[in-house]
């Protein structure tokens, strides 16, 4: 057992190492039960370490590309509208998805009067906060809310299931078209 354990061990390091610092700029909100917890993981940093700490590996890991997809979004400068989701994040202690929570409405109602989640992911509504993005502009620091990809829906995913399967076929068009052309130059390279 112990290969299985130094296995383990080695996956916990290269997650650790691939959780940025820039998730400490993400706030968990502390539901009103949980304002005197002195143990409760105030940012998504400390909460990627707590999941490695008791061993929730894959939580960690989901927490990490949930929320990579986020800051990669923001780095390339979205206008926002095509394809994405904008509202208020949550961190579901289930399984580790960040995101905005499932049949989310924007009702502008303040997060600390409604209640978290459910997660996008697994559909936990118990053991699920808010998030709170924050960001640093000159000596302001602005609220951010949560970007991410809208899911497709059933029609666009049938329009992309068809136009991958019509570029596939113009490609094998193409090779083929390219492979009768090549033979046709061959043929008339040889001596007769
Ligand atoms: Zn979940």
Not at 145 to 166: R, Y
Request: charge should be positive; charged fraction near 35%.
């Amino acid at each position: 057992m112990s290969g299985n354990k130094d296995i383990e061990g080695e996956v916990v390091r290269e997650v650790h190492l691939k959780i940025s610092p820039q998730y400490a700029s993400v706030q968990v909100i502390p539901k009103a039960e949980e304002k005197n917890d002195k143990n409760f993981p105030h940012n998504l940093h400390n909460a990627a370490e707590l999941f490695l700490r008791v061993g929730m590996v894959e939580n960690a890991e989901r927490l990490r590309e949930t929320t990579d997809s986020m800051i990669n979004i923001y780095a390339s400068n979205p206008d926002g509208k095509t394809g994405m989701r904008i509202g208020n994040g949550c961190v579901c202690w289930s399984c580790g998805y960040c995101g905005i929570p499932k049949d989310y409405k924007d009702d502008k109602k303040s997060i600390h009067s409604k209640k978290p989640g459910p997660c996008s992911n697994c559909g936990e509504f118990e053991q699920i906060n808010w998030l709170k993005i924050t960001h640093k502009d000159g000596k302001k620091v602005k609220d951010m809310p949560w970007i991410e990809h809208a899911p497709l829906s059933e029609e666009e995913q049938k329009k992309k299931k068809e136009a991958e399967i019509a570029a596939k076929r113009k490609e094998i068009e193409e090779r083929v078209k390219q492979a009768l052309k090549d033979r046709a130059e061959k043929e008339k390279n040889i001596p007769k």
